[in-house]
Nanobody, 122 residues
Framework: QVQLVESGGGLVQAGGSLRLSCVAS????????MGWFRQAPGKEREFVAA????????SYADSVKARFTISRDTPKNTVYLQMNSLKPEDSAVYYC???????????????WGQGTQVTVSS
């Protein structure tokens, strides 16, 4: 019943920035947080960042720390991923997902968006 829709992907040059958005059609009591994942061709899906809807807890993959920032606007059911200093290795399809428990537990991400393509050229 809940839909997640990502937007904001595109083609940028290395060193540039993009801001991804993820809008949930609605929130339920079991939706405790949101995460961003990415998947490049031929590679497994990789955790990027996560945040509680309360905003009091965030986590990042080591590869994006100091470059990416996750944030949320709870009344708008929207989560953002600000990506700065982009590198070609950041190129991937980026997915947002809803978490119903522990942000560190992949199995707790039970609702997924369709993804948005991010391509960083060198």
């Amino acid at each position: 019943q809940v839909q997640l829709v990502e937007s904001g992907g595109g083609l940028v040059q290395a060193g540039g920035s993009l801001r991804l958005s993820c809008v949930a059609s609605r929130r339920t009591l079991s939706m405790y947080g949101m995460g961003w994942f990415r998947q490049a061709p031929g590679k497994e899906r990789e955790f990027v960042a996560a945040i509680r809807w309360s905003g009091d807890s965030t986590s990042y993959a080591d590869s994006v720390k100091a470059r990416f920032t996750i944030s949320r606007d709870t009344p708008k059911n929207t989560v953002y991923l600000q990506m700065n200093s982009l590198k070609p290795e950041d190129s991937a399809v980026y997915y947002c997902a809803s978490n119903r428990g522990r942000l560190s537990n992949y199995n707790d991400y039970n609702i997924w968006g369709q993804g948005t393509q991010v391509t960083v050229s060198s």
